[in-house]
């Protein structure tokens, strides 16, 4: 049985392909387009789909849509209807394009599969489950539970901003659900928007932010208190209840009043760009402190109601690896599952498997490795000739390598002497992590290897942490964790014994000043506080970025290395050849490795600017 999920019309539009229950190919519509966060129908990534799988549009069973938007439709009526008059210009703006266009969204479906290639529209069957649901069905259905709790928080989906479910085999029960317009996702979004990130996008750089706050400082109690007592109600349950006077989501263009929130904290909004302030950082930590409270009672929630041993997460704000990792540390379950591409590109999977196993009833097999998600390499991969042809096109200078042993070990070398390498190798990650396949890596040892990654390469804030990739079996060594985290979804701190000694008065220093001072023995991927965000790499998903690593331990002794995103800011995660040989000549990124080939920057030609290299992208 073959089924396409998708995922469209909001943001981080997607598709999926699933043949008898396991996931054949995903991926997002941005990585073809190269427009960030793409909410456009996601042609490019299911005509990518159908050749990757081999299927035509007749031979699939089902096509299955995220979410129901007739079910959107009432809540956005049924909101202007119950804030009216205010909102109008909200109303005015939003409603034509429901009109015209998502009020027919089967027939848009249709119309957009039509100019993939010819197919009988009689023989489709079209569905549309609930995206809560499908956010539940992706985080269940991959896992390695035969049963679990379910617990998903985004935004927002047609009413639910959260909910806690039960998987148990082939079926999934929604036990309790919160609903719009209270909603932890919007919150914290809101604060994003407050401090001066792009909704929807910026909430990691409001993650990343918080550890800057001052744990010890008088504001920081002030803000935490003036959000619990001005802004939300959090019940014993998880559930909360927003003050809608201190808001303007639900019926305006904007995610708060300015003016009301300055009364409230003491200061203005931050622009985008601007100067961060200490006091920017205090309620970054406040918000995420919150959050992480409130996360936790929603699991407890989530245990009380199910007894299950065992959690499975999705939604955006499953996402925040900081209140994941939180969570963790509980023990309130065993273990925890967290679907690698948790916001709404996921939801394509979910809508998939929800189909399969709840609306067809086929039975449940559990995954045989780590999970059912098989590393989250689920998208595209390119052939040495497709590398070749795009050398040829740039004349591209390189050397190739026969034997990948040889090249693994060139690269450790060059990682050992401080240089940042471009690596694309197999197939493109699904989600919003780089997971070692569309990467840029450096040395974990080197003080100096943050500054050069943001300042340089990314072009992005200076104060942006940087994730490690650690053999999984080495993964105790260095951090506080005792689970598997490939997915790069779980925040723990570095071991004391790796840690160097902090000065007095540290966290009243400057921010920048904070951030340059050695913290620890693998500097580059330590953050503020010690925290981490860890990737955990097993050989039996990616035998290659597990046999670099390898390689740089038997050079170095430390099983560990930086991984980022292989991007610059505001563009999405290369793709293809192409994409990584332009964003290595815009950068000042020192090596690329594609597949077996290995490119040095001081042997390309020089920078031309008919060929793309200063592409700009608007800033995320």
Not at 190 to 207: D, H, I
Not at 318 to 324: D, G, W
Not at 371 to 393: H, N, T
Not at 396 to 416: G, S, T
Request: proline share 4%; glycine share 6%.
């Amino acid at each position: 049985m073959n089924i396409l999920g998708i995922s469209a019309f909001y943001h981080d539009s997607a598709a999926v392909i699933i043949r008898d229950g396991q996931l054949l190919a995903a991926a997002q519509e941005e990585r073809f387009t190269r427009k960030k966060h793409d909410s456009s129908f996601p042609s490019n990534a299911i005509k990518f789909c159908l050749h990757y799988s081999g299927l035509s549009l007749d031979e699939l069973n089902a096509i299955v849509f995220y979410d129901k938007p007739l079910l959107k439709f009432e809540r956005l009526l049924e909101t202007y209807y119950n804030f009216a008059p205010k909102g109008i210009g909200s109303f005015l703006q939003s409603i034509p394009v429901w009109t015209k266009e998502k009020m027919f969204l089967k027939r848009i479906i249709f119309e957009e599969l039509l100019k993939i290639e010819k197919y009988n529209k009689k023989k489709i069957k079209l569905l549309f489950p609930e995206h809560h649901l499908s956010h539940s069905a992706s985080a269940f259905y991959p896992s390695p539970y035969k049963e679990a709790a379910i617990l998903t928080v985004d935004g927002v989906g047609e009413w639910a901003t959260a909910s806690i479910g039960i998987g148990k085999d082939n079926k999934i029960e929604i036990l309790k659900e919160l609903r719009f317009p209270h909603s932890l996702g919007l919150l914290y979004s809101a604060f994003t928007y407050y401090l001066g990130f792009v909704v929807n996008s910026g909430e990691y750089k409001l993650m990343g932010l918080a550890p800057y706050g001052n744990p010890d400082s008088k504001d920081l109690e002030k803000y935490i208190k003036t959000i619990k007592e001005k802004l939300i109600d959090i019940k014993e349950d998880g559930s909360i209840r927003l003050d809608q006077k201190y808001f303007s989501y639900a019926t305006g263009l904007r995610m708060v009043n300015d003016k009301v929130w300055k009364r409230l904290f003491g200061f203005g909004r931050r622009l985008p760009e601007a100067k961060i302030e200490q006091h920017h950082c205090d309620l970054a930590l406040a918000i995420q402190k919150v959050t992480d409270e409130i996360v936790i009672l929603m699991a407890k929630e989530a245990k009380k109601l199910t007894g299950a041993k065992h959690l499975c997460m999705a939604g955006g704000v499953a996402l925040n690896c900081v209140a994941n990792g939180n969570l963790l540390r509980t023990k309130i379950f065993n273990d925890i599952f967290i679907q690698p591409a948790a916001g709404d590109a996921g939801g394509a999977l979910g809508a998939a498997l929800a189909a399969y196993y709840i609306y067809f009833d086929k039975k449940r097999e559990l995954p045989g490795k780590l999970d059912g998600m098989q590393g989250a390499y689920l998208g595209p991969e390119f052939s040495q000739l497709d590398i070749e042809l795009v050398s040829k096109r740039y004349k591209a200078v390189y050397r190739k390598f026969e034997n990948f042993d040889k090249l693994a070990k060139e690269v450790a070398d060059l990682i050992d002497k401080g240089n940042a390498i471009g690596w694309f190798q197999g197939r493109m990650e699904f989600g919003p992590r780089a997971l070692g396949n569309r990467s840029i890596l450096g040395d974990a040892r080197n003080s100096q290897m943050q500054k050069k990654l943001n300042l340089k390469i990314k072009y992005r804030e200076g104060f942006r942490p940087f994730a490690p990739s650690v053999l999984a079996e080495e993964c105790k060594k260095f951090f506080e964790l005792n689970v598997h985290s490939p997915y790069m979804l779980l925040v723990a701190n570095v071991k004391k014994e790796h840690r160097k000694k902090l000065p007095s008065g540290y966290n009243a220093f400057p921010l920048m000043k904070r951030l340059y001072i050695l913290r620890s023995d693998v500097p580059a991927i330590t953050h503020i506080d010690f925290s981490a965000r860890i990737q955990t790499v097993h050989k039996e998903t990616n035998e290659r970025y597990w046999k670099l690593i390898k390689k740089f331990k038997e050079k170095t002794g430390y099983g560990i290395i930086v991984n980022t995103s292989f991007n610059v800011r505001g563009e999405p995660i290369v793709c293809s050849p192409e994409d990584a040989y332009k964003c290595f000549m815009r950068t000042e990124m020192d090596y690329l490795v594609m597949g077996d080939y290995l490119y040095k920057k001081t042997e390309q030609s020089d920078w031309q600017e008919d060929k793309g290299w200063k592409e700009k992208f608007k800033p995320d």
